[in-house]
Nanobody, 120 residues
Framework: QVQLVESGGGSVQAGGSLRLSCAVSVSIFSFNATGWHRQDPGQEREFVASITSGGFTNYADSVKGRFTVSRDNAKNMVYLQMNSLKSEDTAVYYC??????????????WGQGTQVTVSS
């Protein structure tokens, strides 16, 4: 059974840094991509960053240059290093893992989320 467990959230002042971790219960090689999304109350969940099994990364424009996504294949861990945090980064951050079976068939697994609060 696939489980994703996030940790590392918390409260920080604007300009500070946090590192989120996501522990995956199965080999992350079984996923085409892993990454992070975030959601504010009353808002839709939005994409933050992802990394493919080949190591290619993708970022939302709002976090480019400040956030870095990485993975440790040996430990089945995914990370999100967040620097120069802004108040608008405040949200619940979710780890996600995708399996793609074909052009129109894919499966996404979610973690339970971890709260990040940035005070100005």
């Amino acid at each position: 059974q696939v489980q994703l467990v996030e940790s590392g959230g918390g409260s920080v002042q604007a300009g500070g840094s946090l590192r989120l971790s996501c522990a995956v219960s199965v080999s992350i090689f079984s996923f085409n991509a892993t990454g992070w999304h975030r959601q504010d109350p009353g808002q839709e969940r939005e994409f933050v960053a992802s990394i493919t099994s080949g190591g290619f990364t993708n970022y939302a424009d709002s976090v480019k240059g400040r956030f870095t996504v990485s993975r440790d294949n040996a430990k089945n861990m995914v990370y999100l290093q967040m620097n120069s945090l802004k108040s608008e980064d405040t949200a619940v951050y979710y780890c996600a893992a995708d399996r793609v079976y074909g052009p129109t068939l894919s499966e996404r697994y979610w973690g339970q989320g971890t709260q990040v609060t940035v005070s100005s």
